[in-house]
């Protein structure tokens, strides 16, 4: 079974997520005079968004549950969580497309020039 959680926020959310994208909370600890998120508190997935109501407010869906029909309460946030979204590596994919790459090197110089090195990248995106 699954359950939907409401995050309302005080500020705008980030306009780059998207249904689909994962939600983890952390709770920050005090360092320094500063709130940090370090390995004592590990973010914690709590679902994947299932609606962007408004641009404060946002509906997750989440499976977390033990035993069924019973939400674990460590996979939901607090008031004071800090609530951050990642893509689905998988469907949102970051790398150049295409298939021709044309490459001209030219020398107009009058002396001898030596080419010490050319490189590229090439990634097979397409399968």
Not at 2 to 13: D, G, K, M, Q, R
Request: aromatic share 12%.
């Amino acid at each position: 079974m699954a359950f939907v959680i409401t995050l309302n926020f005080n500020y705008e959310i980030n306009t780059s997520l998207q249904v689909g994208d994962n939600v983890y909370h952390s709770t920050p600890n005090t360092s320094g005079g500063f709130d940090v998120i370090d390995n004592t508190n590990p973010p914690v997935h709590v679902g994947t968004v299932y609606s962007i109501i408004s641009p404060f407010e946002i509906e997750v869906l989440s499976t977390y549950e033990n035993p069924p029909g019973t939400p674990i309460p460590s996979n939901y946030p607090l008031a004071t969580s800090y609530i951050s979204f990642s893509k689905d590596g998988a469907v949102n994919r970051n790398e150049l497309t295409g298939y021709y790459a044309s490459v001209r090197l030219v020398n107009d110089s009058k002396v001898k020039a030596e080419l010490f090195s050319a490189a590229s990248e090439v990634t097979e995106n397409s399968k």
